[in-house]
């Protein structure tokens, strides 16, 4: 009964752990003319294949996130401050981030591989 306790108390403490390994990618838009995509504090340039949550903070009513690559299109509103969390599986290419009304110099890139 012991075993059986304890094998059921390491799958427990196992699961939170899979759930905490997904990558967190940090997108930030405004207050000012600025966009920016990190990871641990460091602008993301490259990453591997796989499964990350973005979470977006969205610091402007004049301002968006759109993130644009293989099979995702996604954004913030322009109209609305706020955050955003998308959980999303980046495969092989090039992803693009924009403001959408400042497209021409709030934008970034990063690829995958």
Do not use: E, R
Request: hydrophobic fraction near 40%.
């Amino acid at each position: 009964m012991k075993l059986v306790a304890l094998v059921v108390l390491v799958a427990a403490l196992a699961v939170p752990a899979a759930v905490a390994a997904t990558p967190t990618l940090n997108g930030t838009v405004g207050p000012g003319f600025t966009i920016t995509l990190t990871q641990g504090g460091k602008k993301v340039t490259k990453l591997k294949a796989g499964t990350y949550v973005f979470k977006i903070a969205d610091k402007s009513t004049i301002h968006n996130f759109h993130l644009t690559g293989p099979g995702v299109n996604k954004k913030t509103s322009v109209a609305t401050q706020g955050t955003s969390t998308w959980k999303l599986t980046l495969k092989k290419g090039t992803y693009k981030y924009v403001c959408d009304p400042h497209a021409s110099f709030m934008k970034g890139s990063f690829t995958v591989s």
